[in-house]
């Protein structure tokens, strides 16, 4: 599968507390992204970590990258119940000047209100 | 700003038969991306274009796939003899790349997809 992956599959919290999801890819990388998605509908960017970054902070988003392991973490802190989607991260790779983004499988949040 | 903006929204088709789609980035978008998705599942890149030339394509466009951008503009994707496999979301995507420069902050902007389904 080209695909990346990301845990948990599925997470359900309660308005107010934190919700952290975590995503994996194979190949290195010029920078990461997190995607929502609400159901049915399109992606929206969410925030962009560059490959020479550890950490970076959007509002209630935080996203941290692990370059050696590989790896990426999202954290969306006081979660509301606007924040239930699907989220995905997303790799970006180069190769001889082309660019291209593999996804993650993606986490289902749900927000309990 | 319009957003991206792709045409049908949805498309129920018989097995056997072509279907096209349009994508329409936003304007000054130098860059062009198809993906499909699956229930369940995250986009799976398909091709993507830099202005009307297509650079990539993945081993998951079979040969009856076929992605164009005559005009460095819209970009249509199309499929023949439908197969039902191929029912999923396609979705475009668009970004304005800034050169070569390996740290550039390109972000993909999406349109709300198609849904094919292939009956």
């Known amino acids: 599968s080209q695909q990346g992956e990301e845990d948990p599959q599925a997470l359900s919290i309660q308005e107010g507390e934190n919700a952290t999801m975590n995503c994996s890819y194979k190949?290195?990388?010029?920078?990461l992204q997190w995607y929502r998605q609400n159901s049915g509908r399109g992606l929206v960017h969410l925030i962009l970590i560059r490959s020479n970054e550890r950490e970076k902070h959007s509002g209630r988003l935080r996203v941290t990258l692990d370059t050696s392991k590989k790896s990426s973490s999202l954290l969306i802190t006081a979660s509301r119940a606007a924040d239930t989607a699907s989220y995905f991260c997303a790799s970006q790779t180069e190769t001889s000047g082309t660019y291209k983004y593999i996804f993650g499988t993606g986490t289902r949040l749900k927000v309990l209100a | 700003d319009t957003g991206v903006s792709q045409d049908p929204r949805h498309k129920i088709t018989k097995r056997g038969q072509n279907v096209t789609f349009r994508c329409d980035p936003i304007s000054e978008h130098n860059r062009l991306y198809w993906y499909r998705q699956t229930l369940g599942q995250g986009p799976e890149f398909l091709t993507y274009?830099?202005?009307?030339?297509?650079?990539?394509k993945s081993r998951l466009l079979s040969d009856r796939f076929s992605a164009e951008r005559p005009k460095g503009s819209f970009s249509t994707l199309e499929i023949q003899r439908t197969e039902q496999g191929d029912s999923a979301m396609y979705l475009c995507?668009?970004?304005?790349?800034?050169?070569?420069?390996?740290?550039?902050?390109?972000?993909?902007?999406f349109g709300p997809g198609t849904r094919l389904l292939v009956l």
């Open positions: 274009f830099q202005n009307e030339a297509q650079l990539e």
């Open positions: 190949t290195s990388i010029n920078n």
């Open positions: 995507a668009s970004s304005r790349s800034g050169g070569t420069l390996r740290w550039i902050q390109e972000t993909q902007y």
